[in-house]
């Protein structure tokens, strides 16, 4: 238990550290490219492979606290009954107070507790190696469990770490003078068993990747 509470102590550190070299180079710098989504994510498809879905919104004081420029929330159901949410917030230029978010931060505030995270490989045909990671996380509240899938794509890239995606936004903030972003997430209610949820929401995500490089600009 004391290791844990050490490594989380770290964490806590490394992570404020981050976010105040990202605020001091945001602030310092000021002026970056505004760059909008390929297309509006409003047109983001309803119907992808067997799973055809509704759209939706958060309340409006949530995007106000989120501070995204454009969204596509939208709830999926497949013909035999299964469910997964898909938020994508996109932002044209992130700067102190308009700046991604983790669920880490805020799922907890909504009654959610975090039990477990862990990093998922899945198979994205047209990328490089072929494969990418991106972040699993489970949640309870009571007797209802979810499973999370989410990543930051960002300037070219599909990120899996909170870390690394505030170092990118440095860098790219500072060599390229861009600062635009979008954060990708799956949430899905646990029925059966966690893996058996995690294994068509991971399918889903693997068909969502072409389609989100037609909504979100390249590097």
Not at 69 to 83: E, P, T
Request: one cysteine or more.
């Amino acid at each position: 238990m004391k290791k844990m509470n050490i490594l989380s102590s770290k964490r806590s550190l490394i992570a404020s550290g981050l976010m105040l070299i990202t605020l001091l180079v945001i602030n310092h710098f000021g002026h970056f490219k505004n760059i909008n989504p390929l297309q509006p994510l409003s047109g983001f498809p309803r119907h992808i492979g067997h799973w055809y879905g509704e759209t939706g919104r958060f309340d409006q004081k949530i995007y106000d606290i989120l501070g995204v420029d454009d969204f596509f929330l939208c709830n999926y159901k497949s013909h035999d009954g299964k469910q997964i949410q898909l938020y994508i917030g996109y932002y044209n230029n992130q700067r102190e107070g308009d700046l991604i978010h983790s669920p880490k931060n805020c799922m907890p505030g909504s009654g959610w507790n975090i039990i477990h995270t862990s990093i998922k490989e899945l198979t994205v045909p047209g990328r490089d190696s072929g494969k990418t990671n991106i972040i699993k996380m489970i949640l309870k509240k009571g007797n209802q469990k979810q499973v999370v899938l989410y990543w930051f794509q960002s300037r070219g890239r599909i990120i899996s770490s909170e870390y690394r995606q505030k170092i990118y936004l440095v860098l790219d903030a500072i060599l390229k003078h861009r600062t635009d972003g979008s954060f990708v997430r799956l949430i899905a209610p646990v029925v059966q068993t966690e893996a058996e949820t995690t294994g068509y929401m991971g399918d889903f995500a693997q068909q969502l990747f072409p389609i989100l490089e037609e909504y979100l600009p390249e590097a």
